[in-house]
């Protein structure tokens, strides 16, 4: 069955770093998501993606966030100056009839 | 906006006994409807989604959901847990239009399986 792969699976940064979260999704899909969950919490969407461009963004999408799709099959979300409420876990996921979740990266902000 | 709420934060059930979470949603339209489940540092599963048409939707793992317009409802049952069900489940709409949709999520069920 296509997956959606992330890596890494676990990152580690300093507080006022740069990350940079990279995402396969299924290659026939069209449009591509970021959602993040901070331990304990429920899942909430960041951003979506469609046809190389942002489709929505929620308010946590602020300036420091960014999302590209600089070849055919990655996708990346990019964290400018990380914080420490950046501390959770993202999700990159793909739809296309049928939602489908990479395993996740666990992002801790020290 | 909409919004979904799982009323119980935490269930436990006995391995062998049947299983029901509740998922009520919010939302002006025809929602699209998911049940996801999470093991402790894993990923999201999906059990199953309703689009449209049989209100009954069958998913993987034994699971099925039932859609109730009148009540709005999507709740998940399982005839018979086992041990390996022990999971964190959440259940989700789909806003927007058909395969756009973002998803939001209920704020979870955490299921505990007693042997």
Known sequence: ?110 | AQSVTQPDIHITVSEGASLELRCNYSYGATPYLFWYVQSPGQGLQLLLKYFSGDTLVQGIKGFEAEFKRSQSSFNLRKPSVHWSDAAEYFCAVGVGTGTASKLTFGTGTRLQVTL
């Open chain 1, 1 to 110: 069955e296509p997956e959606v792969t992330q890596t890494p699976s676990h990152q580690v940064t300093q507080m006022g770093q740069e990350v940079i979260l990279r995402c396969v999704p299924i290659s026939n899909h069209l449009y591509f998501y970021w959602y993040r969950q901070i331990l304990g919490q429920k899942v909430e969407f960041l951003v979506s993606f469609y046809n190389n461009e942002i489709s929505e963004k929620s308010e946590i999408f602020d300036d420091q966030f960014s999302v590209e799709r600089p070849d055919g099959s990655n996708f990346t979300l990019k964290i400018r100056s990380t914080k420490l409420e950046d501390s959770a876990m993202y999700f990159c996921a793909s739809n296309s009839y049928g939602y489908t979740f990479g395993s996740g990266t666990r992002l801790t902000v020290v």
